[in-house]
Structure formats: C-alpha cells, structure tokens
C-alpha cells in the first residue's frame, strides 16, 4: 500500500506540479518531436526510483516511464479538440492501473522506507492531491459547459484567483475532516456562498449560478473524499 502512495505522490509531482504549461502545449504541437515529452518521461522514472528508495526498484521506475511515455503518445495523437476531457481521464486512469500493476508486480519485495513514516507519506500524497491535480479536474470535467456571458472581457477579477480559491477551500475542509471539525465545513461553504452572492446576483445569469454550483460541489466532495480516504488509511496504521 505504502509503495502505491508513493508512486502515486510521483505521478502527482511529474504529471501536475513539475509539468509546466509550455511543455503540456509543445507536447500537444509537436508530439513524438517535442524535446519535453522525454523530459517529462525522463522525470516520472527518476521520481518514482526516488520516492521507492530502493535500488532494486530501478528497474521498474523504466519501466512506469517507458509506459507513461507510451500511453502519453497514444493520448497525443489520438485526442481532438471535443475530445480532450475524455482523453484526460483515460490518460489519468491508464496511469493509476499502471502503477498497480507495477506495485503487484514489486509487493514481494522488501522496501526500505526512507525518509518518512508510512503515516507522513499518505498525509503528503493527499495532500498534494486536492491542489492542483484536483484543480485540474474539476477545470476538465465542468469544461463541458461554457457560462461565460458576452461582457465576460470586462470582469474585473484577479487573474487565476478563482484557482487558488479552490485550493484554499480543499485544505480547509481536508484539515477540518483530520482534525474532527465537521460543522467547520458546514461554516466554509455558507462563507463562500455569502461572498459570492453578489457576484452571481450581479450576473443575472442561471448557467453561471449553477456553473459555480458545480464547481463548488465538485470542489468540496472531492476533498471530503480525500480526507476520508486518507483518514481511514493513517487509522489502518496506527
């Protein structure tokens, strides 16, 4: 189990925060051609060697990259415009039945932990899993709905905000869950409700009220189920 999060804490790392966006559009553009793709294979097997911390593993961290790689290139040159979201989530969920694979594969081995306890490396992955990978897919999933009005170039809102908002409002209910305080949330969503009343009052717009709706439910559900899973997994261990 511990050897999945880990694995999973390196597949986060390599395909969400150390992927800049310059190399997500020269990948698009250039596919097999684009330096990056090997850059970014090239970091998800060096991270999942790391993050096992055993030198047997080496050969498995190839062969996650090898696969990464492969399944990226099948993404690349088969996803169209329309169906970009579709690919995402079979990209995503090629990659997650990968690393069980591999884990399946490497589970009669011992590994030697380093670093950190097995608790600290499951807070950490969950963690970094309600940021932005789960930024990104609630951006992918809604992306199916535009509520944009025509006087959308004149909104006046910071660049990016509404992202990090969501960030925000994820570790907020995740730390509230681990700490016991479930009515904090209740108090969470009623503030961000409360603030963005005159916003969607102003709009007069019914899709963006229930566009905002989504993502908030979205937003929240995931990190609640986060923080659960997380929760009973530091209970298995303790």
Avoid at 43 to 69: D, M, N, Q, S
Avoid at 87 to 99: A, K, Y
Avoid at 111 to 138: C, D, H
Wanted: aromatic content about 12%; proline content about 2%; some cysteine.
């Amino acid at each position: 189990m511990i050897l999945f999060i880990k694995l999973l804490l390196a597949h986060l790392l390599g395909d969400f925060i150390w992927q800049p966006n310059s190399w997500v559009t020269d990948k698009e553009a250039k596919k097999h051609k684009s330096i990056y793709l090997y850059f970014h294979i090239l970091l998800h097997g060096v991270l999942a060697a790391i993050l096992a911390g055993e030198i047997r593993f080496i050969p498995y961290a190839i062969l996650i990259a090898v696969t990464h790689g492969i399944v990226d290139l099948v993404k690349l040159n088969f996803q169209k415009t329309k169906t970009k979201r579709t690919w995402f989530i079979v990209d995503q969920i090629l990659h997650i039945l990968i690393l069980i694979g591999i884990v399946l594969l490497y589970k009669d081995e011992p590994l030697n932990f380093l670093w950190f306890n097995n608790q600290l490396w499951i807070l950490i992955t969950g963690i970094l899993l309600i940021t932005k990978p789960t930024s990104i897919f609630i951006k992918t999933i809604i992306s199916i709905w535009n509520p944009e009005s025509q006087n959308s170039h004149n909104d006046n809102s910071l660049a990016t905000a509404g992202n990090y908002i969501g960030i925000l409002e994820r570790l907020f209910v995740f730390c509230f869950i681990l700490t016991g305080h479930f009515e904090a949330i209740g108090f969470l969503l009623a503030a961000k409700s409360i603030f963005r009343f005159g916003d969607l009052k102003e709009a007069k717009d019914r899709k963006l009220t229930e566009y905002v709706l989504i993502g908030t439910l979205i937003s929240f559900g995931t990190a609640i189920i986060a923080a659960l899973i997380v929760q009973a997994l530091l209970l298995q261990l303790l």
